[in-house]
């Protein structure tokens, strides 16, 4: 069933049909971005259904984000029918929690295990830091946990950790990492970088579970290789039986392992990812072949020259050939906004240009950041003006108080165990359960050696409780344990959600409030309860069945077997994975995970855009210390990895890419003035026209303090200021930057009244921010007398002397 092996091949180039059809030898494809990497393993994995016989569940295929999975599986199924259905297409982690599910046991968990997130894992990180009395100056817990996170990436256990302390420092960390752990595995939970070293270290211990694995995954293929950590590296030869250092040989063959990647795009260094995985490959295994793509196939020449531009300036890379025969196509667009809001501005505006003009549908745009906070302006700007849009990139939506209270809930129902979730909403609504009782029943979880939520169940017998407490823990314990019930009775996700919310009087408390915050958060609990009906209804797009196991039972057929319904547990692990910062979730709301709606303009950050690709793609922000992030400016390796970013920024963009910043940001409430991305800089002057410049900017209403920092930089970015610098204030810019024309208009009547000085060739003037120049050249008169002034080190301005603050010397 499904295509011949003539139609898989069709519509690749001979390099990309080697790689689909290679057999035998470990497989590396290095290739630049949009060179068909990714399109290439997904044909093999079709390939190796259709023409080699491998039974789909006998696939391992990983990817970087929950989307591209669905995605590859979806763009597979068409190829080969819906027995594809079963392979495991999935991300590291999520293909980790899934061998733990079954395996738990052996590591002393329950096989409903909890996973913190990072929000969970800071609250619990707290608690220790609180308890071994450490300065929260020097140790603060997001720096404790940073410190934990890389030992578990380099697969280093807290023994391990203790014995490598260097200084007393780390002494002090691996002390806080053994107590960390410990409160973990008491609360059967485990973080996420757990999840990958507990696989690891399972197979290192248990050889023969190690074994069954390597029996079933006969194919393992990863895309986006450059971004793998020591972890998931050893994961990959653990799992595929082909670990350069393992001595004596192994029952079973080694897995026919593929790997594809780009060095030029890792950025995700700062979690231990290493490019030297990827450029190692070929010295881990002797006889792998190594396959090169050169033709990009997905932007304009014009987009890959500038991409090409700046990743050049990374030192540490080996030069790469690619090109594209999409043609020339449009030159980018650069806009230089009075301010965040200006910036979105324009960005809405322009998504309305070429929408009315056909050139694109809303749902062909994207517009990136390089911080989820940068998101909200957008929004606003987009709901004011009528724009539709999503934020993809979950966190925000998985951040919020109340849905993180609706899930530590859920958490506690399933694994009371839990201490962190069940602490977090043990008074959440207020039910007087104060600070008080909490500390009597710890002592007496302390001194009969009983979880937390055990001594909730037997609170009486706490050393001093308050009658009145001891009532409202009762009435608590009742509830959570007629809930219990509900879960173990099998009843739905979302019918225990909605329970939970009513039975607990969270939802009540909301409901009564006068606070218009309260009314949004009903909604977003709303969302949340419509997220996990949608999961209860379509479990086979949820990692939680395991049709695998289906698949293990019966030979599949199409249409395959009915999945069981999928419980709790499996929601909470879902929502685990997508909440994480760079996972796109498959469903915060209906539109989600589907392809984007046709009308509707996506947000997401510069990590999240990875492997993706739109015809029209808005690159904002590009200021030196929003990106490249402030972080990095003083640091090289730092700085390369944002670069990387870059790249992988430009090479999103088809069509269309606009590159855009603003002069004044408003950052924690305080305005900054950022200089021009030094990414800008680094395109060809050529290749951009700019719709608006510093300059043009800043003569009409820049705040006199700010002009010299930005202003000589972002003429050496943009050039001469264009053509349409004299429009100024007709109705059209009146109409296109809103408040900025507006400004300009109080601006322009704020000098009224003043005369505009008459310049001549060889005058010096004195100007508020420039300082002292001399007069190069001068145009029209009157209101549009408009003059090029040299002002040495910050370049030549063309400013209409209406509104500069220039004086005659
Ligand atoms: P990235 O590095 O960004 O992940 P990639 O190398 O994985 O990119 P793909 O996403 O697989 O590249 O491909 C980029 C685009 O080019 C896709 O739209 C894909 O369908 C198209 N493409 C790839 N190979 C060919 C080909 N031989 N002919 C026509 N189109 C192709
Ligand atoms: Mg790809």
Known sequence: RGRSAEELLEGLNDPQRRAVVHAGTPLLVVAGAGSGKTRVLTRRIAWLINERDAHPGSILAITFTNKAAAEMRERVTELVGNRAKIMWVSTFHSSCVRILRKEADKLGFTSSFTIYDAADSKRLMGLVCKEQDLDAKRFAPRAVLNWVSNAKNELLDPEDAAAAAQNVQEQTYAAAYTDYQRRLRAANAMDFDDLIMAVVHLFRAFPAVRESWRRRFRHVLVDEYQDTNHAQYALVHELCGTNPEEAEAEAVEPAELMVVGDADQSIYAFRGASIRNIMDFELDFPDAETILLEQNYRSTQTILTAANSVIARNDSRKPKNLWSDAGQGERIIGYVGDDEHDEARFVAEEVDRLTDAGDARAADVAVFYRTNAQSRVFEEVFIRVGL????????????????????????????????????????????????????????????????????????????????????????????????????????????????????????????????????????NLGELVAVAREFADDPVLGPSADPADAADAADPVDGAAPAPQPGLTDFLER?????????????????????????????????????????????????????????????????????????????????????????????????????????????????????????????????????????????????????????????????????????????????????????????RVQHDSFGLGTVVSTEGAGDKAVASIDFGADGVKRLLLRYAPVEKL
């Open 575 to 763: 929502v685990a994975l997508v909440a994480d910062a760079d996972q796109i979730p498959d469903a915060p709301d209906a539109e989600e995970g589907a392809p984007a709606p046709p009308g509707v303009v996506t947000l997401m950050t510069l990590h999240t855009a990875k492997g993706l690709e739109f015809p029209v793609v808005f690159l904002t922000g590009l200021e030196d210390g929003i990106f490249p992030h402030q972080r990095a400016l003083g640091d090289k390796p730092e700085l390369e990895e944002e670069r990387r970013l870059a790249y992988v920024g430009l090479t999103r963009a088809q069509q269309r890419l606009y590159v855009s910043r603003a002069v004044v940001r408003s950052a924690w409430g305080a305005p900054s003035h950022n200089p021009a991305s030094r990414f800008v800089d680094e395109l060809p002057v050529d290749l951009v026209e700019w719709k608006r410049t510093a300059a043009e900017q800043t003569s009409w209403s820049r705040p006199a303090a700010t002009w010299g920092v930005t202003a000589g930089r972002s003429s050496g970015a943009g050039g001469a200021v264009d053509g349409s610098f004299g429009r100024g204030l007709s109705s059209s810019t009146q109409k296109r930057f809103g408040a900025a024309a507006a400004r300009a208009d109080a601006a322009a009547r704020a000098t009224k009244g003043r005369d505009v000085p008459s310049l001549s060739a060889g005058d």
């Open 388 to 523: 539709p849009y999503r934020v993809v990139g979950g966190v925000r939506f998985y951040e919020r108080r109340e849905v993180r209270d609706a899930l530590a809930y859920l958490r506690a129902l399933v694994n009371p165990a839990d201490e962190v979730s069940l602490r977090r909403i043990l008074n959440v609504p207020k039910r007087g359960i104060g600070d008080r009782a909490e500390a009597c029943v710890t002592a007496l979880a302390d001194r009969e050696r009983i979880t937390f939520w055990q001594a909730l169940q037997r609170a009486k017998d706490a050393p001093g409780i308050a009658t009145r407490s001891l009532r409202n823990i009762e009435g608590f314990v009742a509830v959570m344990e007629e809930l219990q019930q509900m879960v173990e009775a099998g009843e739905r996700v979302d019918v225990v959600l909605e329970a939970t919310l009513a039975r607990s009087g969270y939802l009540t408390e909301l409901e009564a409030s006068d606070d218009p915050q309260d009314e949004t958060r009903v909604e």
